[in-house]
Protein backbone atom coordinates (compact mmCIF):
# COMPACT_ATOMS: atom_id res chain seq x y z
CA UNK A 1 0.00 0.00 0.00
CA UNK A 2 1.05 3.57 -0.61
CA UNK A 3 3.09 5.10 2.53
CA UNK A 4 4.85 8.46 2.69
CA UNK A 5 6.97 8.34 5.81
CA UNK A 6 8.40 12.33 7.23
CA UNK A 7 11.35 12.34 9.44
CA UNK A 8 14.07 15.20 10.12
CA UNK A 9 11.45 17.84 12.43
CA UNK A 10 12.34 18.82 16.07
CA UNK A 11 13.48 22.25 17.78
CA UNK A 12 15.86 24.72 16.40
CA UNK A 13 16.66 28.14 16.86
CA UNK A 14 15.40 31.11 14.64
CA UNK A 15 17.72 30.94 11.79
CA UNK A 16 19.04 28.22 11.79
CA UNK A 17 18.60 25.18 9.25
CA UNK A 18 16.71 21.67 9.18
CA UNK A 19 16.49 18.92 6.25
CA UNK A 20 13.03 16.78 6.19
CA UNK A 21 12.99 13.70 4.25
CA UNK A 22 9.79 11.91 3.27
CA UNK A 23 10.32 8.48 2.25
CA UNK A 24 7.88 7.03 -0.11
CA UNK A 25 6.68 2.98 -0.67
CA UNK A 26 3.89 1.11 -2.21
CA UNK A 27 3.78 3.03 -5.93
CA UNK A 28 6.05 4.37 -8.50
CA UNK A 29 7.67 6.99 -6.52
CA UNK A 30 9.39 8.40 -9.96
CA UNK A 31 5.97 8.90 -11.73
CA UNK A 32 4.41 11.24 -9.57
CA UNK A 33 4.57 14.91 -8.31
CA UNK A 34 5.04 15.30 -4.76
CA UNK A 35 4.12 18.69 -2.40
CA UNK A 36 5.29 19.56 1.20
CA UNK A 37 2.17 20.91 3.23
CA UNK A 38 2.20 22.21 6.91
CA UNK A 39 0.03 22.91 9.39
CA UNK A 40 0.49 25.72 12.30
CA UNK A 41 -0.26 24.27 16.00
CA UNK A 42 -4.31 25.06 16.19
CA UNK A 43 -4.34 26.16 12.61
CA UNK A 44 -5.21 25.45 9.36
CA UNK A 45 -3.47 23.59 6.08
CA UNK A 46 -1.07 25.64 4.08
CA UNK A 47 0.88 24.79 0.73
CA UNK A 48 4.70 25.11 0.99
CA UNK A 49 6.05 23.69 -1.85
CA UNK A 50 5.61 21.33 -4.94
CA UNK A 51 8.08 19.35 -7.12
CA UNK A 52 7.52 17.45 -10.76
CA UNK A 53 7.80 13.99 -10.97
CA UNK A 54 11.63 14.09 -12.60
CA UNK A 55 12.58 17.09 -10.49
CA UNK A 56 12.40 19.47 -13.32
CA UNK A 57 10.26 21.86 -11.75
CA UNK A 58 9.85 23.12 -8.10
CA UNK A 59 7.12 26.12 -6.93
CA UNK A 60 7.10 27.53 -3.49
CA UNK A 61 4.73 29.34 -1.55
CA UNK A 62 5.52 33.01 -1.59
CA UNK A 63 6.07 32.93 2.43
CA UNK A 64 9.07 30.53 2.12
CA UNK A 65 10.88 31.55 -1.43
CA UNK A 66 14.17 32.27 -1.06
CA UNK A 67 14.44 29.77 2.39
CA UNK A 68 13.06 26.37 1.60
CA UNK A 69 14.06 23.98 -1.23
CA UNK A 70 12.37 21.24 -2.30
CA UNK A 71 14.15 18.41 -4.08
CA UNK A 72 14.05 14.62 -4.73
CA UNK A 73 16.25 11.38 -4.98
CA UNK A 74 14.27 9.08 -6.98
CA UNK A 75 16.74 6.01 -6.80
CA UNK A 76 15.49 6.26 -3.06
CA UNK A 77 11.95 6.89 -3.57
CA UNK A 78 12.81 9.72 -0.98
CA UNK A 79 11.78 13.59 -1.25
CA UNK A 80 13.53 16.62 0.90
CA UNK A 81 12.55 19.87 1.92
CA UNK A 82 16.06 22.36 3.30
CA UNK A 83 14.60 24.60 5.14
CA UNK A 84 17.61 27.46 5.85
CA UNK A 85 16.67 30.80 7.77
CA UNK A 86 13.92 29.51 9.85
CA UNK A 87 11.57 31.79 11.34
CA UNK A 88 9.31 31.39 14.83
CA UNK A 89 6.35 31.27 12.02
CA UNK A 90 7.64 28.26 10.25
CA UNK A 91 6.34 26.26 13.55
CA UNK A 92 4.24 23.80 12.13
CA UNK A 93 3.82 19.89 11.62
CA UNK A 94 5.03 19.45 7.81
CA UNK A 95 3.00 16.90 6.29
CA UNK A 96 4.51 15.26 2.72
CA UNK A 97 1.53 14.76 -0.49
CA UNK A 98 1.39 13.00 -2.77
CA UNK A 99 -1.03 14.95 -6.09
CA UNK A 100 -3.11 12.64 -8.43
CA UNK A 101 -3.16 13.92 -11.99
CA UNK A 102 -2.69 17.60 -12.45
CA UNK A 103 0.76 18.41 -10.38
CA UNK A 104 -1.08 21.61 -8.93
CA UNK A 105 -4.70 20.73 -8.81
CA UNK A 106 -4.55 20.40 -5.41
CA UNK A 107 -5.95 16.65 -5.37
CA UNK A 108 -3.79 15.38 -2.27
CA UNK A 109 -4.66 11.76 -2.47
CA UNK A 110 -1.96 10.24 0.17
CA UNK A 111 -0.29 12.09 2.60
CA UNK A 112 2.28 11.19 5.18
CA UNK A 113 1.51 11.27 9.60
CA UNK A 114 3.36 14.33 9.39
CA UNK A 115 6.41 15.74 11.38
CA UNK A 116 6.68 18.58 13.83
CA UNK A 117 9.28 21.07 13.50
CA UNK A 118 9.09 23.80 16.47
CA UNK A 119 11.35 26.87 15.79
CA UNK A 120 11.89 28.70 19.34
CA UNK A 121 14.88 30.31 21.01
CA UNK B 1 -2.84 35.25 -2.64
CA UNK B 2 -5.77 35.50 -0.25
CA UNK B 3 -6.53 32.24 1.70
CA UNK B 4 -10.07 30.75 0.63
CA UNK B 5 -13.21 31.61 3.21
CA UNK B 6 -14.60 29.10 4.91
CA UNK B 7 -17.18 29.52 7.66
CA UNK B 8 -15.40 28.31 10.92
CA UNK B 9 -18.35 26.40 12.13
CA UNK B 10 -21.04 23.74 10.82
CA UNK B 11 -23.11 21.40 12.72
CA UNK B 12 -25.98 18.90 11.92
CA UNK B 13 -27.93 16.29 13.39
CA UNK B 14 -27.50 12.79 12.19
CA UNK B 15 -29.19 11.99 8.89
CA UNK B 16 -29.63 15.60 7.93
CA UNK B 17 -27.43 16.90 5.18
CA UNK B 18 -25.28 20.12 5.69
CA UNK B 19 -23.11 22.19 3.57
CA UNK B 20 -19.97 23.82 3.91
CA UNK B 21 -19.16 26.83 1.45
CA UNK B 22 -15.39 27.85 -0.12
CA UNK B 23 -15.68 30.94 -1.28
CA UNK B 24 -12.76 32.05 -3.77
CA UNK B 25 -12.34 34.92 -6.21
CA UNK B 26 -12.62 34.64 -10.27
CA UNK B 27 -8.58 34.08 -10.53
CA UNK B 28 -9.36 30.59 -8.62
CA UNK B 29 -12.00 29.07 -7.67
CA UNK B 30 -14.03 30.69 -9.96
CA UNK B 31 -11.42 29.68 -12.66
CA UNK B 32 -10.49 26.76 -12.17
CA UNK B 33 -12.04 22.87 -12.10
CA UNK B 34 -9.71 22.12 -9.52
CA UNK B 35 -11.44 22.34 -6.01
CA UNK B 36 -10.51 19.75 -3.81
CA UNK B 37 -12.23 18.94 -0.14
CA UNK B 38 -10.24 17.14 2.82
CA UNK B 39 -11.71 15.83 6.03
CA UNK B 40 -9.04 15.73 8.70
CA UNK B 41 -9.92 14.35 12.53
CA UNK B 42 -7.77 15.28 15.55
CA UNK B 43 -4.25 14.27 15.58
CA UNK B 44 -4.68 12.76 11.84
CA UNK B 45 -3.22 13.56 8.33
CA UNK B 46 -5.74 15.04 5.65
CA UNK B 47 -7.89 12.89 3.56
CA UNK B 48 -9.03 13.56 0.34
CA UNK B 49 -12.42 13.43 0.01
CA UNK B 50 -13.56 15.69 -3.34
CA UNK B 51 -10.57 16.48 -6.27
CA UNK B 52 -11.71 18.43 -9.01
CA UNK B 53 -14.33 19.87 -7.91
CA UNK B 54 -17.29 17.07 -8.19
CA UNK B 55 -14.85 14.07 -8.34
CA UNK B 56 -14.69 11.35 -5.31
CA UNK B 57 -11.71 9.48 -4.56
CA UNK B 58 -12.30 5.30 -4.22
CA UNK B 59 -13.34 4.64 -1.12
CA UNK B 60 -15.21 7.72 0.17
CA UNK B 61 -18.63 7.10 0.72
CA UNK B 62 -21.35 8.90 -1.21
CA UNK B 63 -22.78 10.49 1.01
CA UNK B 64 -20.17 13.09 0.32
CA UNK B 65 -21.08 15.51 -2.65
CA UNK B 66 -18.78 18.40 -4.37
CA UNK B 67 -19.86 21.20 -6.32
CA UNK B 68 -19.30 24.86 -7.61
CA UNK B 69 -21.34 28.23 -8.56
CA UNK B 70 -19.11 30.89 -9.66
CA UNK B 71 -16.80 31.81 -7.31
CA UNK B 72 -17.84 29.60 -4.30
CA UNK B 73 -17.05 26.00 -4.07
CA UNK B 74 -19.19 23.70 -1.78
CA UNK B 75 -19.38 20.26 -0.13
CA UNK B 76 -22.34 18.64 1.13
CA UNK B 77 -22.51 15.46 3.44
CA UNK B 78 -25.65 13.71 3.37
CA UNK B 79 -27.33 11.52 5.76
CA UNK B 80 -24.78 12.63 8.53
CA UNK B 81 -23.32 10.34 11.22
CA UNK B 82 -20.98 10.52 13.74
CA UNK B 83 -17.80 10.00 12.42
CA UNK B 84 -18.11 12.94 9.98
CA UNK B 85 -17.88 15.21 12.89
CA UNK B 86 -13.98 16.48 11.73
CA UNK B 87 -12.24 19.58 10.89
CA UNK B 88 -12.73 19.66 6.62
CA UNK B 89 -10.48 21.89 4.40
CA UNK B 90 -11.13 23.40 0.90
CA UNK B 91 -7.96 24.37 -1.73
CA UNK B 92 -7.78 25.47 -5.02
CA UNK B 93 -5.09 26.01 -8.15
CA UNK B 94 -4.63 30.08 -7.64
CA UNK B 95 -2.84 30.55 -11.01
CA UNK B 96 0.85 31.03 -10.92
CA UNK B 97 1.77 28.05 -9.32
CA UNK B 98 0.16 28.30 -6.29
CA UNK B 99 -1.66 26.75 -4.43
CA UNK B 100 -4.60 27.52 -1.98
CA UNK B 101 -6.21 26.28 1.33
CA UNK B 102 -9.49 27.71 2.95
CA UNK B 103 -9.06 28.40 6.50
CA UNK B 104 -10.94 25.08 7.53
CA UNK B 105 -14.69 24.30 9.03
CA UNK B 106 -14.84 22.39 12.17
CA UNK B 107 -18.40 19.90 11.68
CA UNK B 108 -20.15 19.05 14.28
CA UNK B 109 -22.56 16.28 14.64
CA UNK B 110 -25.10 17.20 17.31
Known amino acids: QVQLVESGGGVVQPGRSLRLSCAAAGFTFSTYGIHWVRQAPGKGLEWVAV????????YYADSVKGRFTISRDNSKSTLYLQMNSLRVEDTAVYYC??????????????WGQGTLVTVSS | QSALTQPPSASGSPGQSVTISCTGT?????????VSWFQQHPGKAPKLMIY???KRPSGVPDRFSGSKSGNTASLTVSGLQAEDEADYYC??????????FGGGTKLTVL
Open chain 1, 51 to 58: IYYDGSNK
Open chain 2, 26 to 34: SSDVGYYNY
Open chain 1, 97 to 110: ARVRGQLLSGAFDY
Open chain 2, 91 to 100: SSYAGSYIVI
Open chain 2, 52 to 54: EVT
